[in-house]
Nanobody, 126 residues
Framework: QVQLVESGGGLVQAGGSLRLSCAAS????????MGWFRQAPGKEREFVAAISWNDGITYYRDSVKGRFTISRDNAKNTVYLQMNSLKPEDTAVYYCAAALGGTARAMSVMVGIGSWGQGTQVTVSS
């Protein structure tokens, strides 16, 4: 089990950029596949992006492809979500998640997730 703490959310104009960070505890971070999810008011939590633990393969929902990039720095126990060309429909609380082992594809359907962060608010104004 790992503890996850997100940061980097805020208010940004449409077309702008934000970089979210998720800091993880423990010394086995490199063995966890990591993902980002989001939840807007009145909607279900949805998958955004994930990165596999072993090969670095990434997976994105269609609506963020080409705009968002997930990456990780195992030496810093941190996963990032670089969000460019933000749109108002990206507004949501963004959550970091961890799955021991796993794959990015599995995380896209919320398989194997053992830990969630507390969430960070992203608001994109028009």
């Amino acid at each position: 089990q790992v503890q996850l703490v997100e940061s980097g959310g805020g208010l940004v104009q449409a077309g702008g950029s934000l970089r979210l960070s998720c800091a993880a505890s423990g010394r086995t971070f490199s063995r966890y596949s990591m993902g980002w999810f989001r939840q807007a008011p009145g909607k279900e939590r949805e998958f955004v992006a994930a990165i596999s633990w072993n090969d670095g393969i990434t997976y994105y929902r269609d609506s963020v492809k080409g705009r968002f990039t997930i990456s990780r720095d195992n030496a810093k126990n941190t996963v990032y979500l670089q969000m460019n060309s933000l749109k108002p429909e990206d507004t949501a609380v963004y959550y970091c998640a961890a799955a021991l082992g796993g794959t990015a594809r599995a995380m896209s359907v919320m398989v194997g997730i053992g830990s969630w962060g507390q969430g960070t608010q992203v608001t994109v104004s028009s």
